[in-house]
């Protein structure tokens, strides 16, 4: 049994979640650990709290989860991203179909797949399917909604037309939100939260967007007691070329990556970009030797950008790749 601490976001206002195609058409359902982490760096930064050397905060957390919740006395039902490894953990193949549109996993779910074992047995997925959430609990088939609002970008020189752009923005009912795992020392991620709930998270951020408070509670993990494999939780950036050599080996590895980088947020060096990294996807499956328990590796690294040699900003600009893995036997 491995243990986090568990932080819950709970969103008082929309949030758009954007992606690597900046199309402010579609929100993601997640928010990677890089990007928090790289937000809660911004705030202690304005805190005037003295940023590692290194970067590391001192703890490493998992990327932002959905977790239904009906109400603040009811029990959360937290959802894990189902590993890219094609499982078909089910003992009739006529459910086969209907598995592969399964994006989400709640915890009982996602124990039982880390474990190895047959997720579906005489009983139809359908009793436990809620679109892409498969669950045993009795949650709405609906918890995150998502409204799409016309926009309008205006030329700051006003010598453009206005260009009209749809921008997606999704809502949690009731007190769901998305949750985060962590490990390690919290204290300077706590005092970087404490600012961020009223900075926001996301896009829009000046309009009220991404607004939240959050609740830190305890998590428990029934893991494998031994395990070649491991599913990170977490964007992942490896520390060197030998190590991820080993880890891509074997015939149980599946993995996915994206390229990390973008626009510079903080004044007067909004036009400049960053430097460009690649990281591997959380739900990537590793190959690991005799894995017991829950472990955390990768490295930051700083993203500022430099010309001839030279870094272009006084100050590092953090991505961080450390990440939670979890033991999954197959």
Known sequence: ????????????????????????????????????????????????EVIPEDGDLGCTISSLFPFYQKNKQSLPVYFFPKPL??????????????????????????????????????????????NEFLTCQPIPDKFIVSEVLSRVTVSRTGEEDAVPFYMDR???????????????????????????????????????????FYETDTLDLNCPETSENVVTLSMFIPDKKEELTQMVQGENVAYDFVRRGGWI?????????????????????????????????????????????????DHPIWRNGKAIFIPIRF
């Not at 598995?99 to 779910?109: A, E, F, H, M, Q």
């Not at 949690?172 to 009223?198: I, M, P, R």
């Open 85 to 130: 490894k094609n499982m078909l953990l089910i003992d009739n193949i006529q459910y086969a179909k209907k598995v592969k549109k399964v994006g989400w996993l709640d915890k009982n779910y996602f124990e039982r797949m880390i474990q190895g074992k047959t997720l579906f047995g005489d009983k139809s997925i359908i009793d436990d399917l809620r």
């Open 170 to 212: 999704v809502y949690y009912k009731d007190y769901s939100g998305l949750f985060f795992l962590a490990q390690g020392d919290t204290s300077l991620l706590n005092k970087g939260l404490e600012l961020l709930q009223h900075q926001g998270l996301g896009t829009d951020r000046n309009v009220g967007n991404g607004y939240f």
């Open 1 to 48: 049994m491995a243990s986090f601490t568990v932080y819950k976001l709970h969103f008082t206002s929309p949030l758009h979640i954007g992606d690597n195609r900046l199309d402010y058409s579609i929100s993601m359902k997640m928010i990677q650990s890089d990007t928090l982490y790289a937000a809660v760096t911004s705030c202690l930064a304005m805190l005037g």
């Open 265 to 313: 947020t903080t004044p007067p060096n909004l036009t400049l970009r960053k430097n460009v990294i690649y990281a591997f996807t959380p739900a990537s499956v590793f190959h690991g030797e005799d894995v017991t328990s829950p472990f955390c590796k990768g490295k930051i690294v700083n993203l500022n950008p430099r010309v001839n040699g030279l870094e272009m900003i």
